[in-house]
């Protein structure tokens, strides 16, 4: 029997290794048009730009930095165009996107294209929306307490949100991984679990099928009455995406986690304590299991060895007592993207690495 819909994980999310040229390049192998690149240099010190379709390549909201709370900008050098099998960039001297001689990774989510407006809530919104992946991207203006539509079809799961027009922190909201909506952890920190209302207001209901709320006031970015916002919707999908929380053991032979599938990329942060967020993927490492080459969204630090996790072909194992992924007691969340689905559709059954 069929364990997913989804056998080609890769045609939704994928890892493409590039190294930077400081010229214009069209970087393709991509497998997809995607509309969500998020890039890293692995090798100097940079923080992480995010850009989407939705936003636009070169828009004057185009460009947001996972590691900092600075608004959105207009960049002419970073990511100039979506392209039919991935991205083209422009000559960065900013040493991002596109440096000279740089070793350089882009994590690619694909959504719907350009985006189109969504009346579900009770202000309109502009949603590019994948209901087989379970990913959207939705951008509004935030004025007092809203509804958004975000276009998934169902409850999301995760929702990660950042204040485009001012100075805000990036906040991951779950009600699942963090306890309730109110709940959050900060994509540009270090924070243990917090409590606001800029995903849940406590006159407004809980994300639906259909809409989740934001909370101008909370968001308040430079105290503007207006915030243009974005914010990336993950809904689970199995044999595809498994996001949860589990629990360290303090050694060496750490918890197994079942996710259904063979990871492409696992992001995990602990939630218990301060601590950064580490994020593993199966293109950086090329050798047999373990993983262990980490990169922090936080940080514009470099990649740094010694992570110690099995990618397996129906979850993943921790093999480190580092206390970033395996202090004992400590809890901690994770997302988790597939390379190979346990059992497609096609009944081909995944293999361990």
């Given at each position: 029997?069929?364990?997913?819909?989804?056998?080609?994980?890769?045609?939704?999310?994928?890892?493409?290794?590039?190294?930077?040229?400081?010229?214009?390049?069209?970087?393709?192998?991509?497998?997809?048009?995607?509309?969500?690149?998020?890039?890293?240099?692995?090798?100097?010190?940079?923080?992480?730009?995010?850009?989407?379709?939705?936003?636009?390549?070169?828009?004057?909201?185009?460009?947001?930095?996972?590691?900092?709370?600075?608004?959105?900008?207009?960049?002419?050098?970073?990511?100039?165009?979506?392209?039919?099998?991935?991205?083209?960039?422009?000559?960065?001297?900013?040493?991002?996107?596109?440096?000279?001689?740089?070793?350089?990774?882009?994590?690619?989510?694909?959504?719907?294209?350009?985006?189109?407006?969504?009346?579900?809530?009770?202000?309109?919104?502009?949603?590019?929306?994948?209901?087989?992946?379970?990913?959207?991207?939705?951008?509004?203006?935030?004025?007092?307490?809203?509804?958004?539509?975000?276009?998934?079809?169902?409850v999301p799961?995760?929702?990660?949100?950042?204040?485009?027009?001012?100075?805000?922190?990036?906040?991951?909201?779950?009600?699942?991984?963090?306890?309730?909506?109110?709940?959050?952890?900060?994509?540009?920190?270090?924070?243990?679990?917090?409590?606001?209302?800029?995903?849940?207001?406590?006159?407004?209901?809980?994300?639906?099928?259909?809409?989740?709320?934001?909370?101008?006031?909370?968001?308040?970015?430079?105290g503007s009455?207006?915030?243009?916002?974005?914010?990336?919707?993950?809904?689970?999908?199995?044999?595809?995406?498994?996001?949860?929380?589990?629990?360290?053991?303090?050694?060496?032979?750490?918890?197994?986690?079942?996710?259904?599938?063979?990871?492409?990329?696992?992001?995990?942060?602990?939630?218990?304590?301060?601590?950064?967020?580490?994020?593993?993927?199966?293109?950086?490492?090329?050798?047999?299991?373990?993983?262990?080459?980490?990169?922090?969204?936080?940080?514009?630090?470099?990649?740094?060895?010694?992570y110690l996790?099995?990618?397996?072909?129906?979850?993943?194992?921790?093999?480190?007592?580092?206390?970033?992924?395996?202090?004992?007691?400590?809890?901690?969340?994770?997302?988790?993207?597939?390379?190979?689905?346990?059992?497609?559709?096609?009944?081909?059954?995944?293999?361990?690495?």
């Amino acid at each position: 029997m069929a364990y997913t819909t989804i056998n080609k994980p890769s045609e939704y999310f994928n890892t493409k290794l590039y190294t930077g040229t400081s010229s214009s390049q069209s970087i393709t192998g991509v497998g997809f048009q995607p509309d969500m690149v998020w890039v890293k240099r692995r090798d100097g010190v940079a923080h992480s730009p995010i850009q989407d379709v939705v936003r636009g390549a070169t828009s004057s909201i185009s460009y947001i930095m996972s590691g900092v709370t600075a608004g959105a900008s207009s960049v002419s050098d970073a990511i100039t165009s979506f392209d039919s099998d991935g991205f083209s960039l422009g000559a960065d001297s900013s040493t991002r996107s596109n440096p000279s001689g740089g070793s350089m990774v882009s994590w690619n989510w694909k959504a719907n294209g350009a985006g189109v407006s969504n009346t579900d809530g009770s202000i309109t919104s502009t949603v590019s929306a994948n209901t087989v992946s379970g990913f959207s991207i939705v951008t509004y203006t935030n004025q007092n307490v809203n509804t958004i539509g975000h276009g998934l079809g169902v409850v999301p799961k995760v929702l990660i949100g950042k204040c485009l027009s001012g100075a805000s922190a990036w906040v991951f909201a779950s009600a699942d991984l963090l306890g309730s909506w109110d709940k959050y952890l900060l994509l540009n920190s270090t924070n243990a679990t917090g409590t606001d209302s800029r995903f849940f207001y406590p006159s407004s209901a809980a994300p639906t099928s259909t809409v989740f709320s934001s909370d101008q006031s909370a968001w308040s970015a430079g105290g503007s009455a207006t915030e243009t916002m974005v914010a990336y919707c993950f809904a689970e999908k199995k044999g595809f995406s498994k996001f949860g929380k589990y629990t360290g053991n303090g050694n060496a032979d750490g918890p197994f986690i079942y996710t259904g599938f063979k990871p492409a990329l696992v992001l995990v942060k602990e939630t218990s304590a301060i601590d950064n967020w580490i994020l593993l993927d199966n293109k950086r490492d090329t050798a047999p299991n373990p993983h262990k080459l980490a990169l922090f969204p936080n940080l514009a630090d470099a990649e740094a060895g010694d992570y110690l996790t099995d990618f397996l072909s129906n979850g993943f194992k921790i093999r480190s007592a580092t206390g970033s992924l395996n202090t004992s007691s400590a809890t901690y969340i994770y997302m988790a993207f597939a390379s190979e689905p346990l059992v497609g559709t096609n009944n081909v059954p995944a293999t361990a690495r």
